[in-house]
């Protein structure tokens, strides 16, 4: 009888958030989760109005329990981490015990946070990104960060369809985490995720090419003192790491 309740209560939280949301339905035509220009105000103050019935609904312990990574190449994530910790960020999350592996680059940075709205496929939400953002708008939110919003909001089975928005476990599809977009507030690093192929399980074999992506994500993560995990999560050891760098840089000379 209480796993059923607690299931019930679990299935309302979506619904909750349907229902909170019935009257908002809006569609903006620039990926600008700011809503900056004039003529999106109206937008603005719905896309607000999402997140708040959201963080009224989510189940926030489950949030909290996810895997968060943000994804990318070694370029564009040292450009990441130099970002100020008050701006709002992407990521995908997994569950515990879950294989960490995504299509949007070969290595993450693995984020604690806020999570501040979900969807279990990012197109849902069409946050945008911060490279397209122009200077003025990252000047005007120095000091209180760059907010990311839901730029479309719809009803069902349609671009934005409120109910593949991610409240709970049971609204949480796993099948599709490597296109999900949880957004973070208030986030830091705590480790790196690598997942190309053979590394690290067959590092030796994978590094002994020093043009190989994989020597120079090695040394990419090694100029930092964050933990270094692989798909599995279970962390690397750094002298592992270092050791096979070195034999790289004697066969390169």
Known sequence: MIRALIREM??????????????????????LPTFDEPHQKNHRSMAKAVKRAWALEADHEFMKSLIKVHWGDRKSLEKFLQISRRNEISTSAYLPGAIVKSFWGSIGVVIEGRVTLAANDMNIISSGYFGELSSEIQKKY???????????????DRLGAKDSFILDRSSYAPTQSSRNEFIVDNWKPVGFVVSSLG??????????NPDAPLYHN?????QHSLPVYNQRMEEIPRSSIEAEVEKVKKFMV
């Not at 679990?10 to 949301?21: I, K, M, Q, S, Y």
């Open 142 to 156: 120095a000091s209180s960060g760059i907010p990311k919003r839901a730029t479309i909001f719809r009803g069902s």
């Open 10 to 31: 679990l299935l309302e939280d979506l619904e909750g958030f349907v229902n909170r949301t019935k009257d908002i339905s809006y569609f903006s035509s620039i990926d």
């Open 199 to 208: 590394f690290p399980e067959n590092i030796e074999d994978s590094l002994l």
């Open 218 to 222: 090695a040394v990419f993560v090694l």
